[in-house]
């Protein structure tokens, strides 16, 4: 089985502008969660959608929005980029249906925002 | 609230030496499971190990071995004769089973360095 893919790897922005980033999960999982990993702060959770539905949020603020489709493969935007925004974002991906599913990880993407 | 801590930032030990890194956590479920992931230079997150809160059997897998104690809330790794290869950060993770969903809170990592 493919594992969880993200795209882009790698991404620059600056301040103002907003982005995009794509999870596509293991076939057949239909939880993703998303979490940003900061030097300062750490791996934090950001949001977890099943079937299209959010059904966890973290602490962030609302410029940090995802969605899910019904292929499972999940985005998540985040809009008006500050400086501390700059992080590696992991989502993960499970089958959602048990609260103990371990959940299997991509390998994130580097978003710098200068 | 929920908690993980890995006291231990970074860690340097000689090949073939044996290592432990220490995780501690707090919850005031009772029901929860437990994880260890380890982080590579390439930044994926790499599952090792589930644990619930009902199995305090010690898991070993080769090199691997894992202590749970529920008496001091602690869930320790050993590397047992570590290799250059087991270089990397590693994170002990809390999930606890009546959270919505997909949430995992994770401690701060430990920085393994193994030299040759």
């Known amino acids: 089985k493919a594992g969880v893919t993200q795209t882009p790897r790698y991404l620059i922005k600056t301040r103002g502008q907003q982005v995009t980033l794509s999870c596509s999960p293991i076939s057949g999982h239909r939880s993703v969660s998303w979490y940003q990993q900061t030097p300062g702060q750490g791996l934090q959770f950001l949001f977890e959608y099943f079937s299209e539905t959010q059904r966890n949020k973290g602490n962030f603020p609302g410029r940090f929005s995802g969605r899910q489709f019904s292929n499972s493969r999940s985005e998540m935007n985040v809009s008006t980029l500050e400086l501390g925004d700059s992080a590696l974002y992991l989502c993960a991906s499970s089958s959602g249906l048990v609260m103990k599913d371990t959940q299997y990880f991509g390998p994130g993407t580097r978003l710098t925002v200068l | 609230a929920q908690k993980v801590t890995q006291a231990q930032t970074e860690i340097s030990v000689v090949e073939k030496e044996d290592v432990t890194l220490d995780c501690v956590y707090e919850t005031r479920d009772t029901t929860y499971y437990l994880f260890w992931y380890k982080q590579p230079p390439s930044g994926e997150l790499v599952f090792l190990i589930r644990?619930?809160?009902?199995?305090?059997q010690n898991e070993i897998s080769g090199r691997y071995s894992w202590n749970f104690q529920k008496s001091t809330s602690s869930f320790n790794f050993t590397i047992t004769a570590s290799q250059v290869v087991d270089s990397a950060v590693y994170f002990c993770?809390?999930?606890?089973?009546?959270?919505?969903?997909?949430?995992?809170?994770f401690g701060q990592g430990t920085e393994l360095s193994v030299k040759p």
């Open positions: 993770a809390l999930s606890e089973v009546d959270n919505q969903g997909g949430k995992l809170i």
């Open positions: 644990r619930n809160s009902f199995d305090e």
